[in-house]
């Protein structure tokens, strides 16, 4: 049996696409929390959550989160309900619930289920309630009207249950804590935090070691582009042309174009979950009925209903990942009856995501301009979250400052350790937004 441990700080990146949890204590030392056991345990636990009716369960409805939820979805994808990314809905007031199974979940609620899951695979480590708990969130939140107070609102329900004090500070201002120790020397760092549903940025001092406040944060700005909109880039390149977008329907003798919000959804993994519902697949299928090509509406509609959503992320992903190693990469998709393959070059990507890049960059520019720092008076530029390993985006910062510069690694974990280091601070309500 695992014993239960008695933890000091709690830093936990819940994060877009993945989430990280590390613990510090008296020690002064952050150690991250590996879920599951043997040769598959990893820190890295994907934000994801996979529902299915089970009359054992509580309602009839079980649930499981990670890597646990996706095993659970690719034995029965047909049987289960799977969503991803559903952090981007945090700050949204479009979102009221999800209905799975013909009940309604808020956003808390999935996050107080996705907690509960996270723990249970923590082998008994999480088990004892931490002194202090210090959540990491965006600069800025993802969505149209993004609403901040709502998502703090949110953020309170879906933590309340892990600690009694529970604490939000900038995810970058954490990876700049785990960044400093690797420092022997006084600097002035620029942080770049580029996450699956935003790009954060924080201009950052750091103190000699031992200094009584090592790190000081000068300003901090962001802008909710980042993964999951370079993901979009892809999907409405190669796949949503195939499935009617720029096509045209009949309306009362007239022949219009089809609107995009149905293509919006279809490429926003958070909304792409929810699009699986009575209500949405019968639009799509008068749309299919007065379309000119009712094919392509009809392509949509089976990947919808065969929950084909994670599949097209896969491929996406891989698409993504082999660019930033090859010049040229293969994108293949088969599911739902539908066959998708194409040779993508790694400069086509680059011109799809430019205007993303430009906005980007010009958030970087807001946050050096707030810290009142030129560029050419930052020691370092620390690159941190899965998408700071694409090419393109590197470019941009040797552009500006110089290869030598720039510093990466832990691009999945640098946050939650930064942030549990914060959480033994004896003032860490000094950092929180």
């Known amino acids: 049996m695992t014993s239960k441990r008695t933890t000091e700080a709690l830093g936990l990146d819940f994060g ?18 590996h879920l599951g056991s043997g040769a598959t345990a990893s820190a890295v636990f994907r934000s994801a959550l996979c529902f299915w009716e089970d009359e054992r369960a509580w309602q009839g409805v079980a649930h499981e989160a990670g890597p646990w939820a996706i095993e659970e979805y690719l034995q029965s994808p047909l049987d289960c309900r799977f969503i991803q990314s559903f952090k981007s809905v945090a700050a949204s007031p479009m979102f009221e619930r999800a209905m799975i199974y013909n009940r309604p979940y808020r956003f808390e609620e999935l996050g107080g289920i996705f907690l509960k899951h996270l723990i249970s695979h923590a082998n008994g480590v999480l088990d004892a309630p931490p002194a202090r708990v210090i959540v990491g969130r965006p600069v800025e939140y993802a969505g149209a009207r993004a609403d901040a107070q709502l998502a703090r609102q949110r953020y309170d329900l879906m933590f309340e249950a892990l600690g009694t004090e529970i604490l939000y500070v900038y995810e970058p201002l954490g990876a700049a804590h785990s960044y400093a120790t690797r420092l022997d020397q006084p600097a002035t760092i620029l942080v770049a935090d580029f996450g699956g549903g ?33 993901d979009y880039r892809i999907v409405d390149h190669l796949v949503l042309p195939l499935l009617g977008k720029g096509s045209q329907y009949r309306s009362f003798g007239k022949i219009l174009d089809i609107p995009g919000g149905h293509f919006s959804d279809f490429g926003n993994w958070s909304r792409l979950a929810m699009m699986r519902n009575r209500r949405t697949l019968d639009e799509l299928r008068r749309l299919q009925r007065d379309a000119l090509s009712p094919d392509q509406i009809g392509r949509m509609i089976a990947l919808i209903e065969n929950e084909q959503g994670f599949a097209l992320y896969d491929a996406v992903g891989t698409l993504k990942r082999a660019l930033s190693q090859a010049e040229t990469a293969s994108f293949a998709f088969s599911g739902g009856g539908v066959e998708i393959e194409a040779e993508v070059e790694r400069h086509q990507f680059e011109q799809w995501i430019a205007a993303d890049l430009l906005r980007i960059e010009a958030a970087m520019d807001k946050a050096l301009a707030q810290a009142g720092v030129a560029p050419g008076a930052i020691d370092r530029v620390f690159l941190t979250g899965g998408s700071s390993l694409i090419p393109a985006i590197r470019a941009v910062f040797e552009r500006r400052f110089g290869a030598d510069r720039i510093a990466t690694g832990d691009e999945l974990t640098s946050i939650a350790h930064g942030l549990a280091l914060i959480g033994m601070d004896d003032d860490p309500g000094q950092w929180a937004d």
């Open 16 to 33: 877009t696409t993945n989430t990280v949890a590390s613990l510090a204590t008296p020690d002064g030392t952050a150690q991250l929390v």
């Open 198 to 230: 935003t790009t954060d940025f924080s201009v950052v001092t750091i103190a000699e070691p031992g200094a009584p406040r090592r790190c000081v944060p000068l300003a901090s700005a962001g802008i909710a582009i980042a993964g999951d909109q370079f």
